[in-house]
């Protein structure tokens, strides 16, 4: 049914200045060529001025960050134009699909932020309506029984080049199709034996349209209708139907649809009934992952990772285990933006968007990596100092805490070189630096392993004027370095993540090997002995800190009362990582 714009003159006048007003009040929403389609409809009060769109995932899967632009791009217009966004999983294919995904998608559109209310549907809803539907092509003549094999029907449907051929069953009789279609319904026929095609036009230039399988038989148990159906509506028969039964305005998929509109116009046309508009936008790529189900779930399966929430992964419940924030997520999305040609996101500005958002929230907080011992032989050994540190100098709101300081502590094993380069102003003998929230102390003595040679222990001086925020304190060092004490401090398990793929796209492989060939053999490095402050003890899943001066890191859900483990969520700007590849790349030497 069109909607016929049958409306008084004056009426559509106010619906457009209601437009132009609303455009003029939210000058902050994005502009893209799909709120240009939808400002047009709501001028010319297609759809009687309603904006209503959907997110509709398949249950084969965990979502990933490509279906987290959907889901922003879906509910996000919903927002903007005081409409609604469901949420339908199109579960049509009974043998890949699975309880565990639905619960895994609910929660992470919910985690991501959206409320689809009572909205929540399932293309298996549908499934009575799709028959009837069916039944009414066939009546019109528009669907047939085809009894061809899979492969028959393929080689029967030419190529781009070559038209495809009629199926010797094309023109069966509407009751004998009626009493087939109703006989592959109640069980009789095995998988295979016979499909529902729409009769459309074997000869068109869009394969799409050369007769498409409409139903197939799959004796296959459905995570929702269970037993009570042996025949499944393929995908383009369910979704654009599903879509108007649900009344959706606005139906947005990825670009690789394109060439199917034509059909789910198709489909809408010959039912007469309500009839969506269908845009298509680019999906999202990042680099240095893969956004694919299939490939997703073969890395799950084959090992590579340990499970669809691996904070090495690219879906949401890895972002989130990892670290990721929902705001950081919708922000991403929405700087991307939606655009109609495909092209590759630089992983670093979902790394980016992240960093400020932590920035804002994260408690910063010290922790040690890799611990090198600092013995300070003038602070007196039965002494500790409990020093005043600021939680977030970006919110002071934060407060501040009590962190402690005594005679042994740690600092990072990188933090200190025997033989310090040019432009090294950390610790080195002789050298002084300040201690974060304390004192400056001078690196004194080195202590190393007679056999090894290895750096073991420095022994320091500090000089007591000099603590942070006394009356002293204004001598300027030119490092500042983050330490734990010691005594005081907990041992932690820490997880390094690097990207998954070593190339910025992993599908660019040689002839005969897959984007498995493009992983990155060390996107993960445990630490084991780790320190960090107090402060830490009792920790929860899912916390985030900044560990001053390394990064931002979350309590990880492996988490124990006997173990504490963090996952780094992303790194800070390292100056000095930046420095010494310069002069490594001018030097000519090889990277370590
Ligand atoms: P995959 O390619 O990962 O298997 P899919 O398209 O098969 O994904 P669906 O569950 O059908 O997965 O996707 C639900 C919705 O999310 C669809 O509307 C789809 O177009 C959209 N979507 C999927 N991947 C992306 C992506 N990379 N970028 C933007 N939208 C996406
Ligand atoms: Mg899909």
Known sequence: MKSPNTEPENS??????????MKKTNSTRPSDFIRDIIEEDLSTNKYEGRVHTRFPPEPNGYLHIGHAKSICLNFGLAADYGGFCNLRFDDTNPTKEQAEYVESIIEDVRWLGFDWEERLFFASDYYDKLYQ??????????????????????????????????????NRSVEENLNLFERMRAGEFEDGAHVLRAKIDMASGNLNLRDPVMYR?????????????CIYPMYDFAHGQSDSIEGITHSICTLEFEDHRPLYDWFLDQLNIHHPQQIEFARLNLSHTVLSKRKLLQLVEEGYVKGWDDPRM??????RRRGYTPEAIRNFC???GVAKRDSIVDIA????CLREDLNKKAMRVMAVLRPLRVVIDNYPEDQTEELEAINNPEDVSMGTRKVPFSRVLFIEQDD????????????????????KHAYIIRCERVVKDEKTGEVVELHASFDPETKSGGAKAGRKVKATLHWVSSAHSLEAEVRLYDHLFLKANPDDVEEGSDF???????????????????????????NKYQFLRLGYFCVDSDTSDEKLVFNRTVSLYDPWAKIEKEQLSRSGAPRS
Do not use: M
């Not at 038989?217 to 159906?229: F, N």
């Not at 498995?516 to 899912?542: D, F, H, R, W, Y």
């Open 416 to 435: 200190f070189r025997e033989v310090p380069p040019k432009k090294f102003f950390r610790l080195a003998p002789g050298q002084e630096v300040r201690l």
């Open 349 to 352: 500005l979902l790394e980016h």
């Open 133 to 170: 539907y069916a039944v009414q092509l066939i009546k019109d003549g528009k669907a047939y029984v085809d009894s061809l094999s899979a492969d028959e029907i393929r080689e029967y449907r030419g190529t781009l080049t070559q038209p495809g051929r009629e199926s010797p069953h094309r």
């Open 12 to 21: 559509k006048k106010k619906n457009e200045k209601k437009t132009k007003s």
């Open 217 to 229: 038989i799959l004796h296959a148990t459905h995570h929702r209708t269970g037993d009570k159906w």
């Open 516 to 542: 498995k060939a493009n992983l990155n053999p060390n996107s993960l490095e445990i630490l084991t002995s780790c320190k960090v402050e107090p402060n830490l003890a009792g920790a929860k899943p899912g």
């Open 314 to 319: 690219p879906t949401i419940s890895g972002l």
């Open 334 to 336: 929405e700087r991307i």
